[in-house]
């Protein structure tokens, strides 16, 4: 006999079709007004097909409930490292969904789009003074893809002077991952460089990395370590000497925005998640955009289509332009128009005085996570952070076999999305949390008071963590079978 409660449980998960039943309807069709036309050629006609039948009650629950079953930044805490998961204001999808935004076509002319060409100029500009760069493309569609692009730039001028020689780039062990995958992509040889004690690039390692072959350095700052490397300018100085390009993944601007621009670090080029920094709901995968910002040496690479203004401010007109010496396109058209709108419009709200506030209050916010938990998961660097911490859980490991894995899993029933876990890879047992910025003190509390709580419960209870999550729809998954074999359409039972 299946309890009252358990059959709750089962019933909240079945599927649309096993709700199904016959002749059950969730429309009601009016009278037929126009004369009945034949069915098209029955070779494309289906004999069955089986259709959910249920009532327009009951599908809109079925909707409702699934959606809650979602973890989204609207429902919980989810710090989740280096992804910036921090509240989206809704103002913003407010002003991308205006009929003039919304419904624009790529294929107008600048006559009939001079407003949507114009808010692209405002946004490089605004790139441009906000990273002290030269200029901005806004074409790429995600970080890696502002990386991919970078990489190409670099490539091609290395070619345009002749140095075909130069093919190693080189990667510090606190890169982002996507960073050796970009540089191998554009055809060029990875090679990594170890950290030091304190979490910076190891400088004798690089001076002893760099040669003739050397085409140039790719830099994730703040690192994934979510510190700042204090040897920065040794850095981009000994790789500019070299006659290397440095390419600075500012994916994580929001550690250091307002306060430090790149270009007064010796940066080349590098990109910009403005999805992470800038604004834009990107949870599962959703549409982002990568923007490559270029200094002196690399700007006529950008790719193609920069915006640009024509004329004085009396009688300005926007249009389209290729920079000379482009590396072309990185997809159709002028990438994904509706998260620069949301960018702009997320920039024009705080203006020059909000700006500095974003970093000032993403890194009090980790610090204060780290501080409050020092001593009860192991801190492997322990000095101030920028936008997140990385905790390692080799304590737990240790002491109780409770791996970052199993901390992660018990956060869910708390609510709380897991921090990124085994990520940097020079960290064991990693839990990389980014509280960001839009997070109270009462929430960090709480997610401070749960960290606690689990610790607790891994001494006294190291099952209850190995088996977690218990409060979810679906408890631990076995994640090898469900990688390798998803259930991915219903069938009748
Ligand atoms: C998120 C991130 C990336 C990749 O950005 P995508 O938009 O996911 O391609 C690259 N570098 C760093 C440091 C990041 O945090």
């Not at 490539?155 to 191998?184: C, F, M, W």
């Not at 790789?239 to 390009?245: H, K, P, W, Y």
């Not at 009860?376 to 409770?402: I, W």
């Not at 979810?472 to 076995?478: E, H, I, M, Q």
Request: charged share 20%; with cysteine; aromatic share 6%.
């Amino acid at each position: 006999m299946t309890s009252l409660l358990e059959r709750f449980d089962l019933d909240r998960r079945k599927l649309l079709m096993d709700r199904s039943r016959p002749g059950r309807l969730g429309t009601t069709l009016p009278p037929l007004d126009v004369p009945v036309s034949d069915l098209p050629d029955q070779s494309m006609l289906r004999n069955s097909l089986e259709m959910p039948e249920v009532s327009e009650g009951e599908i809109v629950r079925y909707f409702s409930q699934i959606s809650q079953f979602n973890f989204s930044i609207d429902h919980n805490f989810y710090p989740l490292g280096s992804c910036t998961m921090k509240y989206n204001p809704k103002l913003n999808d407010e002003i991308a969904s205006l009929p003039g935004f919304a419904q624009i076509h790529p294929m107008q002319t600048a006559e009939t789009s001079q407003g949507a060409i114009r808010l692209l100029w405002e946004l490089q500009e605004w790139l441009n003074e906000i990273t002290g760069m030269s200029g901005t493309s806004l074409a790429p569609m995600a970080g890696a893809d502002g990386e991919l692009a970078g990489m190409l730039m670099a490539r091609a001028y290395l070619l345009d002077r002749g140095e075909t020689q130069r093919k190693n780039v080189l990667i510090p062990d606190s890169a982002h991952g996507t960073n050796p995958a970009s540089a191998a992509m554009a055809g060029f040889d990875v090679v990594t460089l170890p950290s030091d004690a304190n979490g910076n690039t190891d400088l004798d390692a690089l001076r002893s990395s760099v040669n003739e072959e050397l085409a140039g350095l790719m830099i994730t700052l703040p690192s994934t370590l979510g510190l700042f490397d204090t040897n920065i300018l040794d850095v981009t100085k000994i790789v500019r000497d070299a006659g290397g390009v440095v390419y600075g993944d500012g994916a994580n601007l929001n550690a250091i925005v307002g306060r430090v621009k790149f270009g007064d670090l010796g940066f080349d080029v590098m990109h910009s998640n403005l999805h992470k920094t800038f604004t834009q709901p990107h949870g599962g995968g959703g549409p982002g955009a990568g923007p490559v910002i270029a200094g002196p040496r690399l700007v006529d690479y950008l790719p193609t289509p920069i915006a640009a203004r024509n004329g004085d401010a009396e009688d300005e007109t926007f249009s389209l332009v290729e920079p000379s010496n482009s590396i072309g396109r990185m997809g159709a058209f002028h990438g994904n128009f509706g998260a620069l709108v949301r960018a702009w419009s997320y920039i024009s709200t705080l203006g020059k005085e909000g700006i500095p506030q974003i970093s000032e209050d993403a890194v009090i916010n980790a610090n204060y996570v780290l501080s409050q938990l020092r001593g009860v998961y192991d801190l492997p660097y322990d000095r101030t952070c920028m936008h997140e911490v990385v905790f390692s859980a080799t304590n737990l490991k240790r002491q109780n076999g409770v791996r970052a894995l199993d901390v992660a899993k018990r956060l869910i029933d708390y609510g709380i999305h897991p921090p990124t876990m085994y990520f940097p890879l020079i960290v064991d047992e990693a839990l990389m949390v980014e509280p960001t910025e839009t997070e109270s003190k009462e929430t960090l509390d709480y997610f401070i008071e749960v960290m606690k709580a689990i610790a607790q419960e891994a001494a006294d209870d190291p099952d209850l963590l190995h088996d977690a999550p218990h409060n979810t729809p679906n408890t631990r998954l076995d994640e090898a079978r469900a990688a390798r074999r998803p259930v991915l359409r219903w069938t009748p039972e």
